[in-house]
């Protein structure tokens, strides 16, 4: 019979194993990460006594995302997968979340679309190599210090719609992190951000009003211009195209592509938007 348990630590190598049948390229630092985040929000799924399935979700004041669900292939069609998303949205729940995100394969938005979630719109998830240093153009982005993160908390909190505080204090001071704002007026108007890992760089969260191509264009090669030779991968809108652009011109492609999915109001609607993770939105 099944059953969910919360992930423990020493769930951490099966889940990893787990997750790379599907090519994710996870490491057990990424589990760390997210059970450091959200404690009570990481799942195992058990057959028995035997580990069958993983699911993570983590809540951002009245938003949550729900992500990294996977299940052994001889138990799947079985319920397994609808037992994991059930009791991650009971958790969301009771975290009083008014709104779960989440990035589908395509095949599965059906899946999802039975827990009352809609489709959103279409992202890209791209990599590569930059092909040469960027450079930012005439409006110059400045890398962020340790004095900016409350500004550029309190910024993301206005354009995604919920507050991150707990996901992006830790991204921002990580080490080998890279983090550039645009300034107007004294006033924070954009951030772009990057998180370093041993041999890949995830560029996002980005954060600009739409009204504002340049500067979205200035932030993102300031952040490039740091990674000459780096596989990078990035997360954006497919409806982004100026952005896509300049992704591509910097040597990233496609490699596959998701839908945003919401239940309940959607947010991250307001501003040119570049996802931090799959797992966390």
Not at 40 to 68: H, Q, R
Not at 174 to 184: K, Q, R, V, W
Request: one cysteine or more; hydrophobic letters at 40%.
């Amino acid at each position: 019979m099944f059953h969910v348990e919360k992930m423990k630590r020493s769930d951490f190598q099966f889940a990893v194993q787990l997750a790379n049948t599907m090519q994710w390229n996870m490491t057990t630092e990424d589990f760390k990460f997210m059970k450091n985040l959200e404690p009570e929000g990481c799942f195992t799924l058990f057959y028995g006594s035997e580990p069958v399935g993983i699911a993570t979700c983590i809540s951002f004041d009245k938003a949550g995302w729900f992500g990294n669900l996977i299940v052994k292939d001889a138990y799947r069609g079985q319920g397994a997968g609808t037992l994991l998303v059930n009791h991650a949205l009971n958790y969301l729940k009771r975290a009083c979340v008014e709104t779960v995100g989440l990035y589908a394969f395509p095949p599965l938005a059906g899946f999802y679309e039975q827990f009352g979630f809609k489709p959103d719109m279409d992202f890209l998830v791209l990599k590569g190599k930059t092909a040469s240093p960027a450079t930012a153009g005439t409006l110059q982005p400045r890398k962020a210090t340790k004095q900016d993160f409350p500004a550029v908390i309190a910024f993301d909190a206005q354009c995604f719609g919920a507050q991150r505080k707990k996901l992006l204090e830790p991204l921002l001071s990580g080490e080998g992190n890279l983090c550039y704002i645009a300034i107007s007026d004294h006033e924070i108007t954009g951030y772009c951000a990057a998180k370093a890992y041993e041999e890949t760089v995830e560029v996002g969260p980005l954060m600009c009003p739409k009204n504002r191509v340049e500067t979205t264009i200035a932030l993102l090669r300031s952040v490039l211009s740091k990674l000459p030779n780096r596989p990078v991968f990035a997360c954006a809108p497919a409806e982004e195209t100026i952005l896509l652009e300049t992704l591509i011109q910097m040597g990233l492609q496609e490699d596959f592509r998701v839908t945003r999915m919401f239940l309940g109001p959607a947010v991250a609607k307001g501003c040119t938007y570049m996802a931090e993770s799959l797992e966390r939105g």
